[in-house]
């Protein structure tokens, strides 16, 4: 409808000039915009105001020209002067209804727009360590990832959704040596108290509770096995309770055969054991989150050598060599000039020691990338803001110069009732993403973690979001509808079973039919709904511009509340004592499967579920 009515107000500007009551200037943009208010009209015209310079007059009287020249138009009520020379626009309301239709015509398209032109994109996100489990920050990164990727392929990019696994190094290592030493310390006590796996687990896991419990180390002789961990691992280790659970896994795969076995070669297996066995919690919790990912990119894989005896690694710091970007220094070092692309100083590569650093990994792994995608989207926490820079400068060294971005996220407060969850990175102990999924919902949790922008932090109390009322935003986003797919229910004539058998879809053919008249939706909060509806397809396209997933929930909310509005004002099915005209009920219906489809679409690009029952 706006491209409509900046045609009208460019035929106006038109006859106007030609009669004499504009001046000759040239108009490529009548600025359309949504009202705030809604008394202010439907679309409004900044155009008399952005004309003035070029006109020489004031906006006031170059607004009343063009609106003294403004051609009929079915669809538009009225047109109005307001304030400083806006041009307000008042639809009729069968046309303001015509949303309803279109909404539900579209189905599961509704909002596309092509804001990404097709672009192929990559975008990588939560790329945590195969060293333990996701936590409450990783969890942050899944939802906002996923949301994006969701938006970005209904605003028509080509999204590749990648998880970066860090399996090389030194980390790996550590790693697997405290699975060893769990697994040691397992045999240990089942020999020793002549008990099975299960309670040598159970002791082990209780002995690591009373050192955390003792903060001081007041009582070394309450947690013998966890001090010994930490004496023969050097405090070089990790502690949480995964470990022994992975070791206890091992063992009841293999029995005490790893026990008197070549150190190295137990080292060996039980590395990459471990190394799987996390990477497979991890996608369990992604998939059960509703997270998935078109690429698991191993950055061990960066270092392997082909059949030419080089790897990726060799092959981008050759690339860079030979554009001029790389030096040694007199110790060996190799070096990236990073300041010629505006750093504070430049990055080494590889160590005088040989030793290949991060950085070295990222120059690799984001040159590949862009052999697979024409644009890189990072998503990292806010701690990683200073690493952005070189990352940044490599790519446009690799050549491809602002084709790289980095989109940051602020961490997740997590509350019990207001009291904030105690967490100690030091002693291991957490609240891991998948128990967190576990005590709250998958819905109540993706919901929550993208409801605020990523450079916000969250305040995530476990309690309220657990809460199943109207206080809490998913409940009263989806109840509304729930509500709607009961009233659809009501009126088709069936049950929920049969509901479940035929699809909502169906329900509300069957509920609604053929031929309805939607100009007989007058009711201010019938307009509301329908002004609220037509704002999506835009709001799609802002949230892929701005990478600005958390809109999506200000809009559920505002529709339901919306929807919960109409619902009180207008009755939708007639009731003893109330009835209701049957063809001004068949619009209605409309209108209740139009805000139907709308939810179902916005909650789905988040992740969330919208329930036909609640």
Same mark, same amino acid.
């Not at 050097?234 to 009841?252: K, L, M, T, V």
């Not at 078109?294 to 080089?310: C, I």
């Given at each position: 409808m706006p491209e409509s009515i900046e045609e009208l107000v460019k035929q106006a500007i038109a006859a106007a000039q030609a009669a004499g009551n504009l001046p000759e200037f040239e108009v490529e943009d009548c600025g359309m915009e949504r009202p705030a208010d809604s008394s202010n009209g439907d679309w409004t015209s900044t155009v008399a105001m952005r004309s003035a310079r070029l006109a020489h007059m004031a906006p006031a009287k170059i607004a009343q020209a063009i609106v003294d020249a403004m051609p009929q138009d079915p669809a538009i009520a009225k047109v109005e002067v307001a304030g400083p020379g806006f041009i307000n626009f008042y639809l009729n309301a069968a046309t303001n209804n015509e949303v309803f239709d279109s909404v539900r015509k579209a189905g599961g398209d509704w909002g596309k727009c092509n804001v990404g032109d097709g672009l192929k994109m990559n975008y990588e996100f939560i790329s945590a360590n195969p060293t333990g489990p996701l936590h409450v920050g990783h969890g942050r990164w899944a939802a906002l990832g996923d949301s994006m990727c969701n938006v970005f392929e209904h605003a028509n990019f080509q999204v590749d959704r990648e998880y970066y696994i860090n399996d090389h190094g030194s980390q790996m290592d550590v790693f697997g040596g405290s699975v060893v030493m769990r697994y040691l310390q397992l045999c240990q006590v089942m020999r020793e108290q002549g008990v099975g796996s299960q309670e040598a687990m159970e002791a082990l896991l209780a002995d690591r509770e009373r050192y955390v419990e003792d903060e001081g180390d007041e009582h070394p002789e309450q947690h013998p096995f966890m001090d010994g961990?930490?004496?023969? *691992? @050097?405090?070089?280790?990790?502690?949480? $309770?995964?470990?022994?659970?992975?070791?206890?896994?091992? !063992?009841?795969?293999?029995g005490d055969k790893w026990v008197d076995a070549d150190e190295q070669e137990r080292a060996d297996e039980f590395r990459e054991r471990?190394?799987?066995?996390? *990477? @497979?919690?991890?996608?369990?919790?992604? $998939?059960?989150?509703?997270?998935?990912?078109?690429?698991? !990119?191993?950055?061990?894989?960066?270092?392997?050598?082909?059949?030419?005896?080089?790897?990726?690694?060799?092959?981008a710091f050759a690339k860079l060599e030979a554009m001029g970007h790389l030096y040694k220094?007199?110790?060996g070092a190799l070096w990236f000039r990073s300041t010629t692309f505006g750093d504070d100083k430049d990055r080494v590569l590889i160590k005088s020691n040989g030793e290949y650093t991060y950085f070295a990994s990222d120059v690799a792994y984001h040159w590949n990338k862009f052999q697979r995608d024409d644009y890189s989207i990072d998503l990292w926490g806010a701690d990683h803001h200073g690493y952005i820079a070189r990352v940044t400068n490599v790519c446009d060294a690799l050549g491809y110069p602002g084709q790289f971005e980095v989109d940051l996220g602020q961490f997740v407060n997590l509350l019990r009732d207001g009291e904030p969850v105690r967490m100690s990175k030091r002693r291991g102990t957490m609240v891991t993403f998948q128990e967190l999924i576990d005590e709250v919902g998958v819905d109540a949790t993706r919901y929550t973690l993208v409801s605020k922008s990523s450079n916000q932090t969250i305040d995530f109390d476990i309690e309220a979001v657990k809460q199943k009322t109207n206080a809490n935003p998913v409940f009263y986003v989806q109840y509304a509808h729930a509500r709607i797919c009961s009233i659809l229910r009501k009126a088709a004539g069936v049950s929920e079973d049969e509901a479940r058998e035929l699809g909502m879809n169906e329900v509300a053919r069957r509920a609604i039919g053929e031929g309805y008249d939607l100009s007989l939706l007058t009711d201010p909060t019938e307009a509301a709904l329908a002004r609220k509806i037509s704002e999506f397809p835009e709001l799609i396209a802002s949230c892929a511009r701005d990478r600005a997933p958390f809109r999506i929930t200000h809009f559920c909310e505002e529709l339901a509340s919306c929807y919960h509005g109409f619902y009180a004002n207008c009755q939708v099915l007639p009731s003893e004592g109330r009835p209701v005209d049957a063809e001004l009920s068949r619009a209605r219906l409309v209108a209740c499967d139009a805000v139907r489809v709308n939810l179902e679409v916005a909650l789905g690009l988040i992740g969330v579920s919208a329930p036909d029952v609640m």
């Open positions: 961990f930490n004496e023969a *691992l @050097g405090g070089n280790s990790y502690g949480g $309770d995964y470990i022994i659970e992975i070791a206890r896994e091992f !063992f009841d795969a293999d471990a190394y799987q066995a996390m *990477l @497979g919690r991890i996608k369990s919790t992604c $998939d059960e989150v509703r997270c998935p990912f078109d690429v698991w !990119f191993s950055e061990r894989s960066l270092y392997a050598k082909d059949e030419s005896g080089t790897s990726q690694v060799d092959r220094t007199d110790d």
